[in-house]
Structure formats: C-alpha cells, structure tokens
C-alpha cells in the first residue's frame, strides 16, 4: 500500500465509517425495504442498459452485445428477480429439532452481517459485481464495491448509477487498482466477497485474516474438459466452441483444455474450427466476437501460442485476416495438438481463445491428470453412461456440466463457487442468501423447565437424563 496515497486510504476508511455507522440490526430487518432497493436496482438496470452494453463494448473495444445482453444484464436481473422472490421464505426463523434431552424450541435466525465489501474483475464487469452487490443487499447488509481498474467505463457506470440514486451509506463505490484494492481488502468488513486470481485471492484471504474478516474467494484455474470415446463428436464441438469462445475465452469457467481418446486430437480440434467458421462469418469484423480486454493479456496469449509453436506443438485455427484481427486486438480460435504437459500453456489458467488438446490412453489416466493439479474451478464431460459417473465420482471440482459446458453457471439453484485453490464459499440464489447472512442459533429455554435439570447439586433427574443421553 506504500504508493496508495493517504488521502485515498482515509475516503476508503470515511466511507466505510458512514456505513459502519448507518447500519443498524433493526433496520435491516425490514424486508421490504430490501426488496424495494432490489427493485430499484433492476429499473435503473432497464433504463441504462444501452449504457452498460456501451460501456463494456468501450472498456473491451468489441464485446458481443448479446452476450452482453445475456451474461451481464439478463443474468443479472434473473438473480434480482430470484432473491426478491424468495427473500421472505429465507429470511425466515427455520425451527430445527431439539435432540437434546432440556426441552425448549432451537431456531436458526439468518441475520445480515453488516457492512460488505466486494472486489471484482474485469471479464464479466457488470454480472460479477451486481450479483454479490444485489445478495448482500437482499440478506441485509450495506456494500461497498472495488470494481476492476481494467474496465473504467464500467466503473465510471457504476459510481454514476449508485452516486445519484442511493446513499454512499448503503451502497457505495470506489475505484482504482490493486493498491486501493490492497486498501480495501485490509478494512475490516463483516463479509468480504473476491472474484479474481488465485495469486491476487490468496493476499486477499491474508489481508482479511488480520480482521478475521470471513471471506468468499470466486477463483479462477484450468477447467478440463473430459470427452469419452462414445460422445458425438460433431455435437460435442458446438457446445465446447461455445463455451470455449464466448468473450473470447475470457471466462473463468471457459473449458482450459480437452482430455480426448487416444488419436482422437486432430479429428475433435478439426470439428471445434470447423463449427466456429459456422458461428462467425469474419472474425474481424463479426461484433459477436470479443476483443482481448487489452494489450498485455493480448501479449500473453500470443506468447504462449509462439512457445508452443517453438516446441513443435502443432495448431488449428479459424482462418482470418491475421493483420485486421490485431488491429481489433483479436486472436482467432485456436487449437493445439497434443502440448507437453509441462508446456507453458498448460501451467497456468489460460483465459483466452486457446484450447490446448491433450490424448489419453485410459480413463483413468485421465482422472489421474486431472487428480495431479489443483481443484477446477469447473469440470466438464462428454459422453453417456459409466465413463461420466466414474469421472465425476473420481474427481472434484468447483461445479460440473455434462455434455455441455459453461451453462451450469446459469441455474439459479445451483451454488456456485469453486474448491481448493479455485476458491472458497459460493453464491448464487439462496446459497448466495446465506453466504451473506449469520445463522444465528437461538435456544429458548421455557420457564417451565425445572432449573435442577441444568444446575447443581446435580440430582437425580439430571442424572437419568445424563444416563439415556449417554447410552
Ligand atoms: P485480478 O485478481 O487481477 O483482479 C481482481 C480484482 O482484484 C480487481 O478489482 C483488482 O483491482 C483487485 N486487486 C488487485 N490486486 C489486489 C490486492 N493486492 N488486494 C486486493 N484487491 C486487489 O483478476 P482479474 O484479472 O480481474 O480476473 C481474472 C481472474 O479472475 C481469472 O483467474 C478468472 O478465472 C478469475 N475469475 C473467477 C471467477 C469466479 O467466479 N470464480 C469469475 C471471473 C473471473
């Protein structure tokens, strides 16, 4: 934090002091009120969509408006529309059994946890801090938003939308990069909610733990994607392309790389290019595929493809005008055949338009390649019967998609969030919910309860209760 000036710091501490203090219990109980902002949210969401598609397009130089229509803003307001309407069934007081041999009622009473703080990054830039913002809102508490630095028309969006149209007290937004991110990372928030890098997760957890701050980390890795030698090929590559390109493989659950039977990596890589020249007419021009969000993300990708090139890894791509797509700082699907295991673009997540084919002999070795490296984030399969069970049973991962990829994430009822170092924690619908309240666990004793159950000189009753709750 040495660069981050201390005037910046202290409007960090101010807001989040005006939140600390307006946030009071009693008031946030008050459901209606939480759905009230929900729903003004989501009008706002209607009246300024152009803005927001614009704004994105800006911040990437071409973003698809329809995956921005449906990844951003649909999604977005699907989940308002969800968390208005469940509000009042999980908000509620859930009675548990009382197994314990002293009579009285047990409750489980969601409480909000109070002021929230939620980082986000710069791939989705509107749907990955919404939809924290929107379920902190609907368990209770008062946000405070770090969009990502690399999306600033988005970021101007927001401090526009919530500056005029809601207290700094209740929702705010701050921007900057990752010093004023460091910043806010060390305020000691009730619940601090972080979509991003592993790298950057991992000072994010440490910076929380000064506070025992409880921490949701949305992380990211490589997501692999296992095909069976009975899935439909043909089939197979429409929805692998799809997931694998949509906003040009910068999505964190995109399929990192394919696990395909042996001899099998030329046939599948061939129908993956083949379906993307059906998907887009030219590449360049065609506004349906995004621009790589900037320079040194572009670098890094062409980088990778150079090394594999290099290690005689060969590739497949969608034909293009080479010289317009950079001027577009686009890169064309592309596959490549067969990379070493320990090639660059097999150690870390790739978050670009490339999608390395590797070959297996057995589908246990491709468990056990899986089994090797970190938790994903995602995992996904093609193919029927045992050979999916057996992976799904073998393996773990944050979530999975059979025979499809990416779409798991649209299923309000589905938590989502990953495992080991793809993250911790999970949102969404009413894991969401919960993720940002306390269950706070009430027992009320009745009066009737003769005292000499629970106190000493410990009797004779206390004894046999003692007895049957041992046996
Ligand atoms: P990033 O980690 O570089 O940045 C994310 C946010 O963290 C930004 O707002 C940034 O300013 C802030 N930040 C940077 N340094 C910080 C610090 N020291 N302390 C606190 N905050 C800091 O990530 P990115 O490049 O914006 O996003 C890409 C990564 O996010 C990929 O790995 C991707 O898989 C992952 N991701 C995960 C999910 C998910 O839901 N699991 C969703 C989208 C992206």
Redesign the pocket.
């Known amino acids: 934090m040495d660069g981050l000036q201390n005037d910046a710091a202290a409007v960090l501490q101010t807001v989040f002091d005006r939140q600390k203090d307006a946030f009071s219990f009693a008031h946030a109980e008050d459901l209606n009120a939480r759905r009230h902002k929900l729903e003004r949210i989501e009008n706002l969401i209607r009246t300024r969509q152009d803005d927001i598609v614009k704004a994105i397009e800006k911040d990437y130089g071409t973003r698809s408006s329809a995956e921005t229509l449906s990844a951003e803003i649909a999604m977005t307001l699907s989940a308002s529309k969800d968390l208005r309407k469940h509000l009042k069934h999980w908000a509620l007081p859930r009675r548990v059994k009382n197994g314990s041999p002293i009579p009285g009622k047990a409750i489980i009473q969601p409480r909000p946890k109070g002021v929230v703080g939620v980082?986000?990054?710069?791939?989705?830039p509107f749907q990955?801090a919404m939809i924290p913002l929107i379920t902190a809102i609907a368990a209770g508490n008062h946000v405070m938003l770090?969009?990502?630095?690399?999306t600033p028309h988005t970021s101007k969006l927001f401090e526009d939308f919530f500056i005029n149209d809601f207290d700094t007290a209740e929702i705010a937004v701050v921007t900057?990069?990752?010093d004023?991110?460091?910043a806010?990372?060390a305020l000691p928030f009730d619940h601090l909610f972080?979509?991003?890098?592993?790298?950057?997760?991992r000072?994010?957890a440490i910076?929380a733990a000064k506070n025992l701050t409880p921490v949701t980390l949305?992380?990211?890795?490589k997501s692999p994607c296992v095909i069976l030698p009975d899935a439909d090929i043909a089939e197979a590559a429409k929805t692998i392309a799809f997931g694998k390109f949509y906003n040009a493989g910068q999505?964190?659950?995109a399929p990192d790389y394919l696990l395909v039977p042996k001899d099998q990596a030329e046939k599948i890589g061939k129908a993956i290019i083949e379906t993307t020249t059906d998907f887009y007419e030219d590449l360049a021009t065609e506004p349906d595929y995004t621009s790589i969000i900037n320079e040194d993300h572009y670098d890094r990708l062409n980088k990778l493809v150079s090394q594999c090139v290099s290690e005689g890894v060969a590739l497949l791509r969608t034909p293009s005008d080479e010289q317009a797509l950079k001027a577009k700082r686009k890169i064309a699907p592309t596959v490549l055949l067969n990379p070493a295991g320990t090639s660059a673009i097999m150690e870390d997540?790739i978050?670009g338009p490339l999608l390395p084919i590797l070959e297996y002999e057995s589908v246990e070795e491709a468990i056990a390649f899986i089994n090797k490296r970190d938790h994903p984030?995602a995992l996904y399969v093609y193919g029927g019967g045992d050979g999916c069970d057996t992976i799904l049973q073998s393996t773990t991962s944050?979530g999975a998609c059979v025979n499809g990829t990416i779409l798991h994430l649209m299923i309000e009822n589905l938590p989502?969030?990953?495992v080991g170092h793809?993250?911790y924690g999970a949102y969404h619908g009413e894991r969401g919910f919960r993720e940002f309240s306390h269950d706070r666990a009430v027992f009320n004793l009745p009066k009737w309860v003769p005292k000499s159950l629970i106190t000493p000189p410990y009797g004779k009753l206390f004894y046999t209760l003692l007895k049957k709750q041992m046996r």
Do not use: D, M, Q, R
Not at 146 to 150: G, T, W
């Open positions: 980082i986000s990054p710069w791939n989705y990955l770090k969009p990502s630095e690399f900057g990069g990752h004023v991110g460091e806010f990372s972080y979509t991003g890098s592993t790298k950057v997760g000072l994010v910076a949305e992380l990211g890795g999505t964190c659950v997540e978050f984030l944050g989502f969030g990953g793809s993250g």
